[in-house]
């Protein structure tokens, strides 16, 4: 129990101090969105696409505005579900969220030989990929966490054990 009050907030502040981060100073983020949708596009055969298909993989060209206000919407989920578990409100759906909002990060810092040519980006495209898988682990090991309850599905077994017993 103390663990937990403790662990929770220390873990849920990479996210709430990335999400602020990505709000205040979006344009850095926003470079590394559009190269991996960039990526992404030139790896998508056209059959895939559609033939003719002059928009993305997503079927829509996002400005940089536009993709700067999703990477912006993004980082503010990242900062109140981070909050929402560090408070300890829904923690386990403020983790699943966590980790639904933390695999795109892990997409965007997947290696690229392309742009993996320079060793200094190289080497920073790997820890921000490492930290990013590091915190979708975390993130789902705080969601399973049961907090010493049974979960709902030895609940079930229990029921329907206990069912049966009275026939």
Not at 85 to 107: H, Q, S
Not at 140 to 146: E, R, S, V
Request: hydrophobic share 50%; aromatic share 2%; no cysteine.
């Amino acid at each position: 129990m103390l663990l937990r009050r403790i662990a929770r907030p220390l873990f849920a502040t990479w996210f709430v101090v990335e999400g602020l981060d990505v709000v205040r100073h979006p344009a850095v983020h926003a470079a590394h969105a559009r190269a991996a949708l960039d990526t992404v596009d030139a790896r998508v055969p056209a059959a895939v696409r559609g033939a003719g298909a002059t928009r993305g993989v997503l079927g829509l060209e996002l400005t940089e505005r536009q993709l700067r206000s999703a990477v912006q919407a993004h980082g503010a989920a990242l900062a109140v579900a981070g909050g929402l578990l560090a408070i300890g409100k829904a923690p386990r759906t403020a983790a699943l969220a966590l980790a639904a909002l933390t695999a795109p990060l892990v997409v965007v810092n997947l290696p690229d030989k392309g742009l993996d040519r320079d060793p200094v980006v190289k080497a920073e495209r790997r820890t921000r990929l490492v930290r990013a898988v590091s915190a979708l682990g975390g993130a789902l090991l705080a969601a399973a966490d049961y907090e010493g309850r049974p979960g709902l599905t030895w609940r079930v077994q229990q029921h329907r054990a206990h069912h049966a017993s009275d026939d």
